[in-house]
Nanobody, 124 residues
């Protein structure tokens, strides 16, 4: 059974940097595409970034393209999300997710395995 655990959240200033990490436990890390989502208070959960099973392709929401970087670390069995120059906008909870497949999709409802999230307040 796959379990995901996010870490690295905390206060960050707009224009600063923060690195989140998603620890993957269970079988077949190398076979799964992985994604990050976020949710702000009162808003729907939205896709942020995704990476295919082999790390060969990455996908980003337009709102973070060029500022966030997702990767897949096979040595530590983690999925980092490097956040550079986050935009001010209050607090969002960032979630790691997988749909136990090699591919990446952007729909929230397609994912059946989620971490508990890590909170990221962005201050001006």
């Amino acid at each position: 059974q796959v379990q995901l655990a996010e870490s690295g959240g905390g206060q960050v200033q707009a224009g600063g940097s923060l690195k989140l990490s998603c620890a993957f436990s269970g079988p077949s890390f190398i076979s799964y595409g992985m994604s990050w989502f976020r949710q702000s208070l009162g808003k729907e959960r939205e896709f942020v970034a995704g990476i295919t099973w082999d790390g060969g392709r990455t996908y980003y929401a337009d709102s973070v393209k060029g500022r966030f970087t997702i990767s897949k670390d096979k040595s530590t069995i983690t999925v980092p999300l490097q956040m550079d120059n986050p935009m001010p906008g209050g607090t969002a909870v960032y979630y790691c997710a997988t749909l136990n497949s090699a591919v990446v999709v952007t729909g929230v409802d397609d994912y059946d395995c989620w971490g508990r999230g890590t909170q990221v307040p962005v201050s001006t």
